[in-house]
């Protein structure tokens, strides 16, 4: 935990995951937030694979954040993934967006992530 920067866990999540992986991830989070008092759950994300299982890991690590009254951060993710965790309408509860990766992508005519329109 970081002190100077609020009460934040740290969690690296290393990959690949599988969804079998899952469920103990889940437990292993929650009992970690009950442990301590956390403001902010921090999930290190480099190296991750942008795939379901991913965002559905990420979702439930997002409950278990969300029911010790914490938020969560992702840090270090691709691209890729937080595309995937905006196509899926997760943006909101990952508190992720993907960055426009230039001046013109960051028109979004619209459409919501910074995700480039197409005409």
């Given at each position: 935990?970081?002190?100077?920067?609020?009460?934040?866990?740290?969690?690296?999540?290393?990959?690949?995951?599988?969804?079998?992986?899952?469920?103990?991830?889940?437990?292993?989070?929650?009992?970690?937030?009950?442990?301590?008092?956390?403001?902010?759950?921090r999930c290190e994300l480099a190296g991750v694979r942008a795939d379901a299982v991913a965002v559905d890991a990420l979702a439930r690590l997002a409950l278990a954040a969300r029911r010790s009254g914490a938020r969560v951060r992702l840090s270090g993710a691709s691209q890729e993934l937080l595309a995937l965790v905006c196509l899926m309408g997760l943006t909101d509860v990952l508190g992720a967006e993907p960055?426009?990766?230039?001046?013109?992508?960051?028109?979004?005519?619209?459409?919501?992530?910074?995700?480039?329109?197409?005409?």
């Open positions: 935990m970081d002190g100077a920067a609020g009460r934040t866990l740290s969690l690296t999540i290393k990959g690949p995951l599988r969804r079998g992986d899952l469920p103990g991830l889940f437990a292993r989070t929650c009992a970690l937030l009950s442990s301590r008092d956390v403001d902010e759950l960055k426009p990766r230039d001046a013109a992508a960051g028109r979004t005519a619209g459409r919501s992530c910074g995700s480039k329109g197409r005409t």
